[in-house]
C-alpha cells in the first residue's frame, strides 16, 4: 500500500477543480481514496468548498467522511445543509456514529433532522442512543449488532444472521439472549461454520461471554477490552438486557484521547487543544496554570522577602534558589508522572505507606549523589566548603520532601476520586517550588548558624 | 459481567493451597479464572509459587498466562522449565507470541527449545519471525491467517478456509494471494456467505486491500490501522508477497507503549520504568534528567554570580530569580508539549515559520495578561512603580523566548530525525531556566537605567 500523502498541490488541485465545477473530474480523483483522507483534505479547504464537495460526492461516502472531519469544519458544513440532507448522511452511518453527529445539532433541527430519516427502526434505535451520558459505555455503543435466541437452531439462527448482517459492518460475535433479551452468551462464527443445522442454539452456545454495563466509564471498557483482547464487547442494561455493542476501534480512540489528555495535563494545558487551534482556544487552555504558576511565583518571592537580611550577608545562598527550585520541581513531577501513570495502568498495588517509603528512600539515593555534585562545584567554585555544605544538605532535604508531595499528592487525589493527573505538571512544580524554596533556607540557616 | 478484582485474601488462599498442594481445589478455583487474571495472580507470588502453578494448570491456559505476566516473572518461571515444558507451552501459543518469549530465552537454549516443538509447520513459523527487528511490523506480526488462491473456486476456498481457519484465533479477513504468494485482495466473511458455490474467486474477491511493509516502524502501523479503523492488516514483504497478520490487539498495545514512553519522557524519565520497579532501576531511569537539572541550575547560578553587584542594590531582581524560572520553564513545557502531540498524530501542518509566529503571538498575548498581573502586584507589595515594572517588562520577553524556545526545539529536532519527545520536561525547563534568567537580568539592567 503506498499511503496517501496530503500535499498542499493535491489540496491546490481540488480547490481549482471545484471552482471550475468539474464535478465527472473531482468523482474520479477522490473515488480511490478513502473517506479518512477524505475528510483531511476537506479540513484544509474553506466552508463553501467543503459544502460543495460533500453535496458532490456519493453520500455512502460522504457520511462516513463527516465523522472524520474536525468538529469545527463539521459543523460548517452541517449548518449548509437542509434537514433533509443531514437525515441522508445519518441514514448511512452506524447508529453511533449518527448520534454522535446529532448530539452537535443546533437543539432547534435535531427533531425535524429525525423525523426525515426514512429508516424508522434505524432512526429508533438513534434516539434511544441520545439518552446515554456521552462519558459512558451507552455513549460509546452502537445498536448494530447480531443476537439470536436460546430457542432457536442453527437453521434459523443462520438466515436470521444474515438478515441482520446486512445492516451490521463487522460481525465479530452472535450474541444469544433469552426471550426476556436477556444476554446469556455468544456463539462464535467459527462454531456456527461447524454445527450441525438442526442443532438448537441453546445446546451449542458459549455460556459465558464478557459484557460491560450501559453506564461503565469509557476508560474502564478500555481497560477490559484491552486486557482480554476482545474486539467487541456487549453492553447490558442494569437487569442484564442487550442494548448494544462497543467496537475496538471506538476503544482506540478512547485510548488515544485518554493518553493525549493525560500528557496535556501534565504539561499544563487543562483543554483538548491541537496546535492548529486559534490563539484564543490555546491561551484559554494555557492561561490559568500561567496564573497558578504566578501566584507560585509571587509566594516564592515573599517568602524569599523574609530572608532578605540573611542575603545581604550570604548573596552565594541566593545564586542557587533557582537550582532548589528546578530540582524540586523535577523530583515532584518524577515522582508524580511514574504513580499517575501506574494508576491509569492500574499498576498500583500496597499500600500508600509502602509507597511513600520507597519513593523517599528513592528520593534519599538521587539526593545525596546530587548533593554530593553539587558540594563539589559550589566548593571549588566558592571555596567556601560550609556554605556549600549547608547548600547541599539542604538539597537533600528539599529532593527528600519533593519526592513526598510528588508520590502524596496523585495517591491523595486517586483516593478522593479526583483524576490524579491534575497533580503532575504545573500544579506538583509550583507547590514544589515555594516548599522547596522555604525547605532550603531554613536548613541553609541552621547549618550556618545564622 | 462481574469484573475481577485481585485482592489479598486470594493470593493468601492461592498460596495456601499451593504449599498443602490441593492440586483439584486450586485447578477448580483457576478454571473460570480469564488467563490475563491469572497472570496477575502469578506475578504476586514468589517464583516457586508461580511455577508450581504454572506446571499445574492446563498448558493451553498457561501458555496464554506466560503472555501476560511481568517479564521479570516469566524469565523466573521459564528459568526452572525443562526445554520440552517450555516447547509444549509454545506449541499452544500464535507465532507472534510464541517468538517474543523465544525471543526472552537465553541463546544457549533457544535451539533445544526450538527442536523440541512437535508441530514442525508451527516450529518453522516462529524461526521465521525471530529474524524480524522487534521494533517494526515483521516483529509484531502472526504467521497464523487465512488464504486462499485467485484461481480457486468459492466451494475449494471454503473447505481450505475450514481447516485453516482451526489454526487462527480470530478470522477477521480471507486474504487473496495469486500462485506466487502476491496478496492480490481479500474476501469478506460475509460476501463468502452470500456467494455461489462455484464462482471463482479471482470474480468475487475484493481486489483493493490495505497492507504494510515488513520493514515498517509499529508506529506507523498502528496510524494506519486507527486512522482506516482496521482490525487486522495483512504484512507484505518487498515484492509484496503476503508473509504475515497483525491484529488491533498488539495495536492497542503498541500505542499504550507509546504514549506511556511520551508521558514518561516528558516528565524527565528516560527509560520505561513501572511504580513496582526496583529502586535502582528506578534511579537509573531517573538521575540522569536530574543531573541535567544540577547543571542547568548550576549554570543558572554563576550567570546570577555576574550580576552580583546589581543585587546588592536591586535585592528585590533577586526575590523574582524563582518566578522568571518557573514560568520560563511552565511555558516551555506547554509550546513543546503541543508541538509533540500534533507531531505524534501528524496534526502539524504548514511551514515552520508560521508556526514560530503563531506561537509568539500566543506567548506574547499570555505574557502582557501576566506581566500586566505581576506589576499590579509587585507595585502593591514594594511600592516602586519602576523596579515592577522592569521586572514586569521582563517577563514579557522571558515568555516569548520561552514559547520561541519550545516550539522550534522539537520542530527541529523532528526535522532531524530525532524524537521530539525528549525536548519535553527537564531539557526545555532547564534550557529555559538559563535563557530565562539571562534575559531577565539583561532587561531589568536596561529598564532601570543600571
Redesign the interface.
Known sequence: ?T?FK?TDELVNEIEQLIISQEDTKLNSLLE?V?Y?DVAEIIN?LNENEATYLIKLLDSDKTSDVLTELNEDVREAILGNMSSKEIAGELEELDTDDAADIIGELPQEIVQQVISEIEDREHAKDIVDLLRYDENSAGGLMAKELVKVHDSWNVLACVKEM?EQ?ENVT??HSIYVVNDDDILMGRLS??DL??AKNTSKIKDVYIP?????NVNEKPEEVAK??????L?AIPVVDEIGRLVGRIT??D???V??EE??K???M????SQD????DS?WE??RA??P???L??F???G???I??GF?EM??QY?IL??????????A???G??S????V??LA?D???GSIGS?LV?EM??AL??GV??AA??LL?TWV?KGDFLTALAISLSLIAVIVVAGFIGTFTPLFLHKRGIDPAIA???FI??SN?IFG?LIYFMIAKMVLGI
Not at 224 to 229: C, E, T
Request: charged share 20%.
Open positions: 500500500m499511503p496530503l480511490d478513502h479518512a484544509e444474515r448482517a463487522r460481525v462464527l467459527k461454520l461447524t459465558k461471554v464478557d459484557s460491560v477490559i477490552m484491552s486486557k482480554y483482547d474486539e475496538i476501534d476503544i482506540v480512540d485510548i488515544r493518553a493525549d493525560d500528557y496535556q501534565a504539561a499544563g494545558i487543544v491541537e496546535a492548529d490563539i490555546l491561551t494555557r492561561l496554570w500561567l496564573i504558576g504566578l507560585g511565583g509571587a516564592a518571592a515573599v524569599m522577602g532578605e542575603f545581604r548573596t541566593f545564586l542557587f534558589t533557582p537550582l532548589i527550585a528546578a530540582m520541581g523535577n523530583v513531577v518524577q508524580s508522572a511514574i504513580i501513570q501506574g495502568n499498576d498500583i498495588k509507597r520507597k528512600l528513592l539515593l538521587n549523589i546530587l555534585l553539587l562545584f567554585w503532575t505538571g504545573p512544580t509550583t517550588d524554596i
